[in-house]
């Protein structure tokens, strides 16, 4: 098996939403507020100067386009035409000019952690944002950053502050795409999607002009859930944080050479108890081959429902073990993954109300990874505070009112492998298909999901729809899944 697959499940757990971008930046927008910059009045497009400080343009020839290629996934080996190397909101605005003179396509590229390599194409104009890091705290706690932060960079500037954001955890994944898309992982069931947190972004829309947007602005709102490389690129986001919490704590269940009765009724007991954690826990459901990680975190004393979901599984798995109370800012470092490419494929493989949606197809799912190298199914918790009536009219997240997101993960070391790992992929995502599973995570896609805009934005495409033709008619920023016109 690949050594990825073997590794313990924290250098695996994927909580951040790997997610692709689409992000912009610009001045503090005022509340309630959405202004407009139009910097675009030519009726032909001309070719915008390129100042150093703002961009630099890059083509194959050149060396700092080599690195700037690299994506996360290496399964993705795409060579755009050009890479924009952008600095600020100004930089961004000249490369969708020069996008709109050259007639190229754009994609958005941040923390290139997209499991399609939607962050990257083999023609076009990448607009990668990644250099744009700049963090500023204001007297109400509030943080607004450049959309080329990544959460570990996050985290090391919140965590002295005693902040946090209800983010992911894997160290390199972007807070753009991840926030975007909605964005989950320990602390959401209290303090919501990481989207919920949005205050106000800065946007260049498909023809170069900036928007800031704040307060029930409706590029706000589509920015929460619905922003992932669709209609603008976001180049600052403002967030709420929060009170950091005194200590982190994990229990661990582990089971070996399982058979699918015995998986089975492990993930049965799972999904039973998870309806009794607080809100400050969390709880992941990890079968890598005939092996079971269960992880259930939390950040408060009130650990009535922890304990008696870890007691439950401890009398029917081979090892259980219970971390001790550690500071956060080291406790997460457990969860910020592998930080360097590898192969893989990860994707959605649903959002559940609860374990009778899957009991009819659960047991040729766990058969299937429990036969297959390399093959992981996870299922993850969401419920809590995700599933807010204020929040959700703030937003176009349309799947808070399942408790449950699920994926699959496949790691490999060699294209050699790929293959066979694909082969096994499918056969897992259309078993859960031909059972009716279909919402899925934005943040999680697969280029073969079928009526992939509504699996992921369910009753809010047309809306979607229509902020995609109010901001970029002319579909200048688009990948294979990008909403369309």
């Not at 190397?85 to 490369?95: E, L, R, S, W, Y």
């Not at 200590?247 to 582990?254: G, I, L, M, N, S």
């Amino acid at each position: 098996m690949s050594k990825y697959n073997r590794r313990d499940f924290a250098k695996l757990v994927v909580l951040g939403g790997i997610g692709y971008t689409v992000f912009s930046c610009a001045d503090e927008p005022k509340k309630g507020k959405s202004t407009t910059t139009d910097t675009s009045k030519e009726a032909t497009p001309t070719m915008p100067e390129l100042l150093p400080e703002n961009i630099k343009l890059y083509q194959k020839a050149d060396a700092e386009y080599q690195d700037l290629a690299i994506r996360f996934n290496k399964r993705f080996q795409q060579s755009p035409t050009y890479i924009a190397q952008c600095f600020n909101t100004q930089g961004v605005v000249d490369a969708v000019k020069f996008a709109n003179f050259k007639n190229l396509k754009i994609v958005v590229k941040s923390g290139g952690h997209s499991f399609e390599g939607f962050s990257s194409t083999n023609d076009g104009l990448v607009v990668d944002v990644s250099a744009m890091k700049k963090m500023e705290w204001a007297p109400d706690h509030s943080l607004t950053v450049g959309t080329g932060c990544v959460l570990k960079e996050l985290y090391n500037e919140m965590l002295p502050k005693q902040r946090i954001l209800p983010s992911g955890s894997c160290a390199t994944v972007g807070i753009a795409g991840l926030t975007l898309g909605g964005g989950y992982g320990f602390f959401s069931r209290k303090y919501g999607l990481t989207c919920d947190s949005l205050q106000s972004i800065t946007l260049v829309d498909g023809k170069g002009n900036i928007h800031h947007e704040s307060g029930t602005s409706a590029i706000l709102k589509a920015c929460k859930g619905g922003g992932n490389g669709n209609f603008g690129i976001v180049t600052k986001m403002k967030f709420r944080t929060y009170q950091a919490p005194s200590f982190f704590q994990a229990y661990r269940c582990k089971a070996y050479k399982l058979t699918t009765d015995r998986a089975k009724e492990l993930l049965k007991t799972w999904f039973q108890y998870t309806k009794k954690l607080p809100n400050t826990a969390f709880a992941a459901f990890v079968l890598n081959g005939k092996t079971l990680t269960i992880l259930i975190t939390n950040y408060s004393n009130d650990n009535k429902g922890v304990m008696e979901m870890y007691n439950a599984l401890k009398a029917i798995s081979d090892k259980a073990t219970i971390g001790s109370k550690r500071p956060l800012a080291k406790a997460l470092k457990t969860f910020y993954g592998v930080q360097h490419p590898l192969y893989f494929k990860n994707a959605c493989a649903g959002l559940y109300k609860d374990f009778t949606e899957i009991e009819g197809c659960i047991d040729d799912v766990i058969s299937k990874v429990i036969s297959s190298r390399g093959l992981i199914y996870q299922v993850n918790t969401l419920g809590g505070n995700i599933n807010s009536t204020a929040a959700e009219k703030r937003s176009v997240f349309p799947h808070r009112s399942y408790p449950y997101l699920s994926e699959l993960q496949s790691y490999w070391d060699k294209p050699s492998q790929e293959a066979s790992r694909l082969a096994a992929f499918k056969v897992v995502q259309d078993r859960f298909y031909k059972h009716g599973i279909r919402a899925h995570y934005r943040n999680y896609p697969d280029i073969n999901f079928k009526d992939f805009e509504t699996a992921y934005y369910g009753k809010y495409l047309p809306e979607l729809k229509a902020i995609k033709k109010q901001l970029d008619p002319e579909n200048r920023i688009q990948h294979p899944q990008s909403i369309s016109v």
